[in-house]
């Protein structure tokens, strides 16, 4: 199933947010959205997954999810979103019990999912005792216990201290190679940006709209950390972003 | 060359860095509690007995015991007491119970909200023992106008921190439940109430307290059993032993309620921790 962005425009009253935007999110691959704060890329991702409704423009969906994916556009969050109050299975079978899946074929959605995202030994846990990495693993684990064709992921990494987001992009990317999923990666953080995106593209400040489309073909397992042709590409974000967020910095907020 | 370029510090004086941080955290440790009650009836004690504590301004404590246990010897502690416990206990869950749906509306639909939150902002300043003669009128007598005083009490304390608690409910999380295409009841049975019960309990720990209060009000004010009553005949035979004994049950079951709600918030709340 790929999705389509059709010249999405939106406004907060008099506050124009986000301008045409316009852009394919193919099948099997990872779209990061980056750009500076308050540009809009997470209102963006709401309307991806139809959270909130854009003033202008559509989303539309092109071919049948596959038969078997329960929750075919579902988030990660930044805050993960977990219930305190459920167990770390219990936050996954409130969703597949409440999709009609219950006993032996949810234990054994859950027992895969947990083991996908290292978590087997956590079943048990509340969501207080776990750390900020093992919180979201949890989170993706649920995402991915509905079968998702599209993941929307706003910011999954940014509320990690950075060794820890190291280690859950080495995951993600563990994850994708083993079985590639299609996804939207909101983030501010141009690293994780070259590290996880196929295709990369970069808003300006607001109203937020397309400023460039980067692709890198490098497959994601071959990309690791001091890779010259990522550290070009890298710079080049940069380069495209600096004036806007220091622009954008500088601006006031309007809430 | 390096980045260093204070001079060090050679000959001069060290000392530990001052503590300043520490305190504002109370803690309760169980025994203290009691020490201050077990500390203050023995000082009554002791000063009734000494005389300095005139018997005709403070009855003395084992007085008011023996009292206590007459009554219950007697068999009049229940017929005082069951009354009573039925009138706070259907009074108090009907409060309760309607003041949790009215309130869980409100912070779930705007019609509500709009139509109900000023009505609750009229009642809840009405001293509901006025309006006792009207329950009178509506409700007869007997023991139905009592449990509709002491439910009015414990409604509009339920109604205001329930829907308090609510609106406090994480948004992310009820987004989170859209997100992954959750139906509204789930939504709301699993997400919404859940998320607001901490706020519900303590607020029903208030409503309780002045379900107590009603029911001692609305029993002084007409009925032949109850502790109320039997507060009001003491008292108007400054019966003083009898009336503290009263007092006694009133503060037992005060603090039994409050021990409920602990416990309640312990089985339901135990993820907090």
Redesign the interface.
């Known amino acids: 199933m790929d999705l389509r962005l059709e010249s999405i425009s939106h406004r907060y009253d008099d506050v124009e947010v986000l301008r045409d935007i316009s852009l394919d999110i193919p099948a099997g691959r990872i779209v990061c959205i980056v750009g500076p704060s308050g540009c809009g890329k997470s209102t963006l991702l709401r309307f991806i ?1 139809g ?1 909130e409704r854009p003033t202008e423009g559509q989303v539309v969906q092109i071919g049948a999810p596959p038969a078997d994916s329960i ?1 075919p ?3 990660v ?1 930044q ?1 993960f ?1 977990l ?4 167990s770390v299975e219990g936050n996954i079978s ?2 597949l019990s ?2 009609g899946i219950r006993g032996r074929k949810a234990e054994s959605i859950i027992a895969d999912v947990l083991a996908r995202t290292k978590l087997s030994e956590f079943r048990k846990a ?1 969501p ?1 005792q776990l750390s900020g990495g093992m919180k979201q693993r949890v989170a993706i684990a ?1 995402a991915l216990a ?1 079968n998702p064709a599209v993941l929307l992921m706003d910011e999954p990494l940014s509320a990690l201290d950075s060794q820890t987001r190291e280690l859950l992009m080495d995951d993600l990317i563990a994850l994708w190679t083993r079985q590639p999923f299609t996804a939207v990666y909101v983030t501010h953080n141009l690293a994780e940006a070259v590290r996880l995106g196929h295709r990369i593209v970069v808003l300006s400040r607001r109203p937020g709209a397309v400023n460039e489309i980067v692709e890198i073909d490098m497959p994601l397992a071959d990309r690791d950390l001091a890779n010259p042709e990522l550290d070009a590409k890298q710079k080049h974000l940069w380069h495209l972003m600096r004036a806007e967020a220091e622009a954008a910095d500088k601006e006031l907020v309007h809430d | 060359m390096t980045d260093a370029t204070f001079p060090p510090a050679a000959e001069a004086e060290a000392r530990p860095v001052r503590f300043r941080g520490g305190g504002f955290r109370p803690s309760s440790p169980r025994w203290v509690g009691a020490l201050v009650f077990v500390v203050l009836i023995a000082f009554l004690e002791w000063g009734t007995r000494a005389g300095f504590i005139s018997n005709l301004t403070m009855p003395r404590p084992s007085d008011v015991f023996a009292t206590l246990v007459d009554l219950a010897r007697s068999g009049m502690l229940w017929t005082h007491l069951v009354p009573s416990l039925t009138r706070l206990l259907v009074g108090g869950a009907i409060g309760a119970f309607v003041g949790i749906a009215v309130g869980v509306m409100i912070g779930l639909f705007s019609v509500v909200r709009a139509g109900l939150v000023p009505l609750v902002a009229a009642l809840f300043p009405i001293p509901k023992i006025a309006l006792l003669p009207l329950f009178v009128i509506w409700f007869g007598i007997d023991e139905a106008s009592k449990y509709a005083l002491i439910a009015f009490g414990t409604f509009t304390p339920t109604v205001v921190a329930t829907y308090g608690a609510v609106d406090n409910v994480d948004r992310t999380l009820i987004r989170m439940g859209q997100s992954f295409s959750l139906s509204w009841s789930t939504i709301v049975l699993r997400i919404v109430l859940p998320g607001a019960m901490p706020g519900i309990l303590s607020g029903l720990r208030v409503s309780l307290a002045i379900a107590i209060i009603l029911l001692v009000a609305a029993e002084m004010l007409g009925a032949e059993y109850g502790i109320g009553a039997y507060i009001l005949q003491a008292g108007s035979l400054y019966d003083l032993e009898r009336l503290f004994a009263g007092v006694a049950i009133l503060s037992l079951l005060g603090v039994l309620m409050s021990g409920t709600i602990g416990v309640i918030e312990k089985r339901l709340l135990g993820w907090r921790a």
């Open positions: 997954g959270l929750n556009l579902t988030y969050f805050d979103a219930l305190p109050w459920r409130l969703i409440d999709h509340w207080r649920r509905v």
